[in-house]
């Protein structure tokens, strides 16, 4: 885990926005990091620096 950052602005009372970044993930365990974060909470992006790749939901 590199960071989280958090927000307040622009979200309905009783939410937030979460920004969390990692590094040195692997890669065999990529897909079910995603899946897990989605079902907790709704995921708006991913980037992905080493691959060159961005995910928008």
Do not use: F
């Not at 590199?2 to 009783?14: A, F, K, M």
């Not at 590094?23 to 907790?40: H, M």
């Not at 909470?41 to 992905?48: G, K, N, P, R, S």
Request: glycine share 4%; hydrophobic share 35%; net charge positive.
């Amino acid at each position: 885990m590199v960071s989280i950052l958090t927000t307040y602005e622009g979200v309905p009372d009783g939410y937030r926005k979460v920004y969390i970044r990692v590094a040195q993930v692997d890669r065999n365990k990529l897909a079910d990091l995603q899946k897990e974060l989605q079902e907790k909470a709704t995921m708006l992006y991913m980037v992905d620096h080493r691959e060159n790749r961005r995910e928008i939901y």
